[in-house]
């Protein structure tokens, strides 16, 4: 079985702060990992994601996240935190295959303070 | 591209009554799942489809949910009678074969999400 585990629910940062939002992850077999963003009353959009290529991986909106197969981790960072940056943001572990469901933490909501 | 299209957007109802809700898939997607998103749970699969085939229906909470895919481009979740506790959003997400590209096959691309209340 595979489970993800989101640290806080609700971060906090300012404007042109770090962003580091925190993913651990437990399955039994080498994961794909996601995270998700989703604004207020919308779908959600992938920001980036890990296929067991490079262990760092760059996203949109200048997010990166880099996978920890030591530490089960995939946190998800940004150097400056931009107000359009505040939203839920979801990880979320797959199978190593294709079309397969998505397993996902509760959500971290990030807000942005000017 | 439209993307994921779902229908309808709200939807209010009374316990009881019959709610139908619907999916059309990007073109070119074989695989469409359904997810649930409540403040409790979060975010839960009901079931998926491959190839409009249904793989795992085990998240489905009971008897009272049913789903089809009659064609590759449209599926439905119906809830029957539908139940206070049915209140969430629904949200249905499409992807390609693996094998089509391995940069984009595990990517899953959401819809909008239907908002239902049972009242």
């Known amino acids: 079985a595979q489970s993800v585990t989101q640290l806080g629910s609700h971060v906090s940062v300012s404007e042109g702060a770090l962003v580091l939002l925190r993913c651990n992850y437990s399955?039994?077999?080498?994961?794909?990992l996601f995270w998700y963003v989703q604004y207020p009353n919308q779908g959600l959009q992938l920001l980036l994601k890990?296929?067991?290529?490079?262990?760092l991986v760059k996203g949109i909106n200048g997010f990166e996240a880099e996978f920890k197969k030591s530490e089960t981790s995939f946190h998800l960072t940004k150097p400056s935190a931009h107000m359009s940056d505040a939203a839920e943001y979801f990880c979320?572990?797959?199978?190593?295959?294709?079309?397969?469901?998505?397993?996902f933490g509760k959500g971290t909501r990030l807000s942005v303070i000017a | 591209d439209a993307g994921v299209i779902q229908s309808p957007r709200h939807e209010v109802t009374e316990m009881g009554q019959e709610v139908t809700l619907r999916c059309k898939p990007i073109?070119?997607?074989?695989?469409l799942f359904w997810y649930r998103q409540t403040m409790m749970r979060g975010l839960e699969l009901l079931i998926y489809?491959?190839?409009?085939?249904?793989?795992?229906d085990s998240g489905m909470p009971e008897d009272r949910f049913s789903a089809k895919m009659p064609n590759a481009s449209f599926s439905t979740l119906k809830i029957q009678p539908s139940e206070p506790r049915d209140s969430a959003v629904y949200f249905c997400?499409?992807?390609?074969?693996?094998?089509?590209?391995?940069?984009?096959?595990?990517?899953?691309?959401f819809g909008p999400g239907t908002r239902l209340l049972v009242l």
């Open positions: 979320a572990v797959s199978l190593p295959s294709g079309n397969t469901p998505l397993v």
């Open positions: 399955s039994s077999v080498p994961p794909y």
């Open positions: 997400a499409s992807s390609f074969p693996p094998d089509r590209d391995s940069s984009i096959g595990e990517t899953q691309y």
């Open positions: 073109s070119g997607h074989n695989s």
């Open positions: 890990y296929t067991s290529a490079a262990t």
């Open positions: 489809f491959n190839n409009n085939v249904p793989i795992d």
